[in-house]
């Protein structure tokens, strides 16, 4: 178990905005930072980042905390995982107590996927470096591709031995389970034994965006083996061949920095660009590109290269990941190397500056080169030219930008030598027939399923004392230390018994004005959350004479750091929005945080006095004798009274 000075110590250290940086491409907003959510699929940013109080905020999927709240969601990080990678980030030292046999229980199925991977990584590492056969076959082939020892290693390269259950053996050995083993895929169960899956391959890592080992890929090195030449890792939990890309963790930095991601086909393609200083580059692992894949590099550019060999077959690959990266609102080049190349084979014969120089001179726009290429093939046929033209405008019409599609289909027109109003014309027809439903439907059975009469089915409704303790708690954190004016309407009588109403203006701090209201009441909050929270802000101004909001973010409980997120940025939003660009201003709350205050507590002490005033009620019903039943309406009306009073109290705030 981590111990607690190096949880405080990785708090101190890591910045939200550095390490959500490395995941997502952010931009600067005011004093914030904002970008596109890794939590669901948008175009326009709904996401903030704040540096100042350490923590995050999605609007669109409502999820939110501080940094290590993000990696757990992120990543799916066990909260001492996330712990532990922070620690490796920032170079601090990790201290551990003694882990109890129910803590390590803990451990879920998923999480011990990822540490065999990370045990096979490794040993797959020493295998290639240390033994004689990894040395003779895999270090040699890797060195014969041109690759460094520290590119080598930098990727994580290894060899798996030829013998047949060597992994197996090593990996029981060092305490793993065998259905661990098996369900990574590493190992191949069946009627005649174990046998390790990648024996006699050069091994290839493949990591997720933070690092962790999802599977691997291994490259055959014998020639007369009649076996594929490339094997991944099997579909697992952790391993889902379409939503991974090769060096995605190695260069996620470079495209974010860049601003732009070069993709490729295969491991040696990433790993060989990478080593001359194209570091921005990750490769598709040989399958089709699919959506997943692209929202990836998404969450770092909006910008895609799209590097394919000369050959015939690699361009219209090109084409058909064209339109997806269209889809996802992004912008997409292509550039494809001479006959013969491949990214791999261009880096190893050129230098830095010249494989720049070819990049910037041969990426074509994705109309410059669907039209060159589908043109070639068309020749002067004008019924291929139409269908050429229309395979152009179905791409065309991916974009969700209208601005772009108008500016594309200009551009189609003066390449293609057609009049603008035939192609806009035709995108008109792209549009709908996405309109209409690809799938006829059953009016009998629409009509079965349409309820006869009116549904008795009501929308949840929310409490409102839920709402206003976590108001409460929100003027705490933001205004608690705070001073300000309340306008007191304090009651008394005279002689003769009746009422008399006398307004006082008071000054004091936030905190103690709610505190002392609501000690006055005997009030506990009925959201132990809020309960929670209230009782360590209260304990923290008594004490300390003071909150640090970005401090009190680091709750170990999550749920309690979500709603302290949700609290801290609510009045944040409106900067997504640029309202300011619009004449909208946001009035600050500050400016009448004193009202504020006295509403919120007024309104929130008279839903309370509704409450008991409907507990007492229903518990009228329930006595037998008519004295019990005339004490409980006697209290009734002196919650009526409370009531009355709170209500004109209320009204003179307003």
């Known amino acids: 178990m981590i111990s607690r000075s190096t949880i405080d110590q990785v708090y101190e250290a890591a910045r939200v905005e550095e390490v959500i940086g490395d995941f997502i491409a952010l931009k600067k907003s005011g004093s914030n930072f904002k970008g596109l959510s890794p939590f669901s699929q948008e175009r326009t940013p709904s996401f903030m980042v704040s540096p100042v109080k350490q923590i995050w905020k999605d609007f669109s999927s409502g999820k939110g905390g501080n940094v290590v709240a993000f990696l757990m969601e992120h990543e799916h990080f066990t909260y001492p995982e996330a712990i532990e990678f922070l620690a490796k980030k920032y170079n601090i030292e990790i201290e551990k107590t003694e882990q109890s046999n129910e803590e390590k229980e803990k451990i879920n199925e998923r999480e011990s996927l990822y540490m065999v991977n990370k045990f096979a990584q490794e040993q797959f590492s020493k295998d290639l470096w240390g033994f004689p056969e990894g040395i003779a076959i895999g270090l040699s082939y890797l060195k014969e591709r041109g690759f460094s020892d520290e590119t080598i290693r930098f990727f994580g390269l290894g060899y798996a031995l030829e013998q047949r259950d060597h992994f197996f053996k090593t990996s029981t050995k060092a305490g793993y389970l065998e259905k661990y083993i098996v369900d990574t895929g590493l190992v191949i169960k069946n009627e005649l034994g174990k046998v390790d899956r990648f024996r006699g391959r050069v091994i290839f890592p493949i990591r997720s965006m933070a690092g962790r080992v999802q599977g691997f890929g291994g490259r055959v090195l014998s020639s007369s083996k009649k076996t594929a030449k490339y094997l991944n890792s099997p579909e697992s939990d952790i391993y889902n061949k379409s939503q991974i890309l090769y060096g995605i963790y190695e260069s996620k930095k470079a495209i974010a920095k860049e601003d732009v991601c070069f993709l490729v086909e295969g491991y040696t393609d990433v790993i060989q660009m990478h080593q001359?200083?194209?570091?921005?580059?990750?490769?598709?692992?040989?399958?089709?590109?699919?959506?997943?894949?692209?929202?990836?590099?998404?969450?770092?550019?909006?910008?895609?290269?799209?590097?394919?060999?000369?050959?015939?077959?690699?361009?219209?690959?090109?084409?058909?990941?064209?339109?997806?990266?269209?889809?996802?609102?992004?912008?997409?080049?292509?550039?494809?190397?001479?006959?013969?190349?491949?990214?791999?084979?261009?880096?190893?014969?050129?230098?830095?500056?010249?494989?720049?120089?070819?990049?910037?001179?041969?990426?074509?726009?994705?109309?410059?080169?669907?039209?060159?290429?589908?043109?070639?093939?068309?020749?002067?046929?004008?019924?291929?030219?139409?269908?050429?033209?229309?395979?152009?405008?179905?791409?065309?019409?991916?974009?969700?930008?209208?601005?772009?599609?108008?500016?594309?289909?200009?551009?189609?027109?003066?390449?293609?030598?057609?009049?603008?109003?035939?192609?806009?014309?035709?995108?008109?027809?792209?549009?709908?027939?996405?309109?209409?439903?690809?799938?006829?439907?059953?009016?009998?059975?629409?009509?079965?399923?349409?309820?006869?009469?009116?549904?008795?089915?009501?929308?949840?409704?929310?409490?409102?004392?839920?709402?206003?303790?976590?108001?409460?708690?929100?003027?705490?954190?933001?205004?608690?230390?705070?001073?300000?004016?309340?306008?007191?309407?304090?009651?008394s009588s005279d002689k003769e018994g009746n009422l008399i109403e006398e307004s006082k203006t008071v000054h004091s701090k936030v905190y103690e004005k709610i505190f002392l209201d609501l000690q006055q009441d005997e009030v506990e909050m009925i959201q132990p959350e809020f309960q929670s929270l209230y009782s360590q802000l209260i304990e923290k101004f008594q004490i300390e004479g003071k909150v640090q909001p970005e401090k009190m973010i680091h709750q170990e409980d999550p749920n309690l750091g979500k709603i302290l997120t949700d609290i801290l940025l609510a009045d944040e939003e409106h900067q997504l929005h640029n309202w300011e660009k619009k004449n909208i201003f946001v009035k600050d709350r500050k400016s009448v945080v004193g009202q504020l205050v006295s509403e919120t507590i007024l309104t929130f002490r008279r839903h309370l006095v509704d409450q008991k005033i409907k507990n007492l009620m229903d518990a009228t019903k329930q006595v037998n004798s008519s004295n019990e039943n005339d004490e409980f309406l006697e209290e009734v009306m002196q919650y009526q009274g409370l009531k009355k009073l709170l209500s004109r109290k209320l009204n003179r705030v307003i």
Do not use: W
């Open 276 to 491: 001359k200083g194209i570091e921005n580059i990750v490769s598709s692992s040989g399958t089709a590109l699919t959506p997943e894949q692209i929202r990836l590099i998404r969450r770092l550019t909006s910008n895609v290269v799209v590097l394919f060999d000369g050959d015939t077959a690699g361009l219209r690959a090109a084409i058909r990941g064209i339109d997806l990266i269209l889809e996802q609102g992004m912008n997409v080049r292509i550039c494809s190397f001479p006959d013969g190349e491949d990214p791999d084979s261009f880096a190893k014969l050129h230098s830095l500056e010249e494989i720049k120089t070819y990049l910037l001179e041969h990426a074509k726009d994705f109309i410059q080169f669907k039209t060159d290429l589908l043109l070639k093939e068309a020749e002067n046929d004008p019924v291929k030219k139409a269908t050429t033209i229309r395979e152009i405008v179905q791409s065309i019409s991916k974009i969700p930008d209208t601005i772009k599609q108008e500016i594309y289909l200009r551009e189609c027109a003066s390449q293609m030598k057609v009049s603008e109003a035939v192609l806009f014309n035709a995108l008109a027809q792209e549009k709908n027939k996405k309109s209409v439903s690809v799938r006829k439907i059953n009016s009998n059975l629409v009509n079965q399923a349409l309820p006869t009469q009116k549904s008795d089915i009501k929308p949840k409704s929310i409490n409102p004392i839920i709402l206003l303790e976590k108001q409460i708690i929100g003027i705490l954190l933001q205004y608690g230390n705070d001073e300000a004016s309340f306008d007191e309407l304090l009651v």
